[in-house]
């Protein structure tokens, strides 16, 4: 079935790591995102990639990196500099950034930080 | 500036009808998406508008003012499983933007 995988689902770090959260999608989508929420909130974006080799900083790419070597790849690295990891982290891919489909949304994965 | 509003959070009860409202403001428009959330899960896709008027899909129906930058969720025979966190989102210029989303809680 297509759709789309990310791993781990759950994730503890100590502080000071830097911790890379896989996302993999098979639904041969050019476009595709990292959301990051916190509790009783909505998503804010980190970084999106609209095509492979290419991407952009969403409203809170600080302390956060990502890389697109692969269309069906969108690995995101929560770096030592996000002062406040914690969060539920997802990742959703669209057929393309510009058109009008909707996104689909891997599972999550919770990063806890201690 | 982008901002989009949403109320935090609603109370209805089982069988009745519920009407989210979406306020937005953003620098490019390319449709505005509803989609559900239930606690804990990934949000799943509701309704999609980039024209005005309504979109009906069974029980939920989207409406769309894009001169008043205004939409509304309306949820039709409220069941216990609705409860959950609605989001507005709107598409500008290839990327899709969030509100706050409002939670829904349905009540017997």
């Known amino acids: 079935d297509g759709g789309i995988t990310q791993s781990p689902k759950y994730l503890f770090r100590k502080e000071g790591q830097n911790v890379t959260l896989s996302c993999e999608q098979n639904?041969?989508?050019?476009?595709m995102y990292w959301y990051r929420q916190d509790p009783g909130q909505g998503l804010r974006l980190i970084y999106y990639s609209q095509i492979v080799n290419d991407f952009q900083k969403g409203d809170i790419a600080e302390g956060y990196s990502v890389s697109r070597e692969k269309k069906e790849s969108f690995p995101l690295t929560v770096t030592s500099a996000q002062k406040n990891p914690t969060a539920f982290y997802l990742c959703?891919?669209?057929?393309?950034?510009?058109?009008?489909?909707?996104?689909?949304f891997g599972e999550g994965s919770r990063l806890t930080v201690l | 500036g982008q901002n989009i509003d949403q109320p935090t959070e609603m109370t209805a009860t089982e069988g009745a009808i519920v009407q989210i409202n979406c306020t937005y403001q953003?620098?490019?428009?390319?449709?505005l998406f509803w989609y559900q959330q239930h606690a804990g899960e990934a949000p799943t896709f509701l309704s999609y508008?980039?024209?005005?008027g309504l979109e009906e899909k069974g029980r939920f129906s989207s409406f769309l003012s894009r001169s008043k930058g205004y939409s509304y969720l309306l949820l039709k025979e409220l069941q216990m499983k609705d409860s959950a966190s609605y989001l507005c989102?709107?598409?500008?210029?290839?990327?899709?933007?969030f509100g706050q989303g409002t939670t829904l809680q349905v009540k017997p």
């Open positions: 639904l041969n989508h050019d476009a």
């Open positions: 989102a709107v598409r500008d210029t290839g990327k899709l933007i």
């Open positions: 959703a891919s669209s057929i393309a950034a510009s058109a009008g489909g909707e996104l689909f």
């Open positions: 953003t620098s490019g428009f390319n449709g």
């Open positions: 508008n980039v024209l005005d």
